[in-house]
């Protein structure tokens, strides 16, 4: 029985890899930045070149993006929201 590694559509580029990448990123539970990350810089050499480490840089640019906005929104959020749980049980500290 074939397994979805043993076809490639679209190239060569993964199959002399001694991990494939989607199994890389499926045994770790990356996410979908993480893994076109991984993706990118995993056949950067056999596929696209550089083109393939600007794209791997342009999703990680996102990544931090949103856990920039992640953190500050937790930051902003928190003391609004405990706030509102000490107005709303008579608390008044």
């Known amino acids: 029985m074939s397994t979805a590694n043993d076809t490639q559509v679209g190239g060569q580029h993964y199959k002399a890899k001694t991990i494939h990448p989607w199994d890389y990123i ?14 990118y810089v995993s056949r950067w050499r ?22 920039e906005n992640a953190a500050w929104l937790e930051r902003s959020r928190w003391p609004l929201l405990l706030r509102r749980l000490h107005v709303d049980h008579g608390d008044r500290r």
């Open 46 to 67: 056999d596929k696209g070149g550089l083109d393939d480490l600007r794209k791997a840089r342009h999703y990680l640019d996102k990544l931090i993006e949103l856990e």
């Open 26 to 39: 499926a045994a770790n539970g990356l996410g979908y930045f993480e893994g076109n990350i991984v993706k």
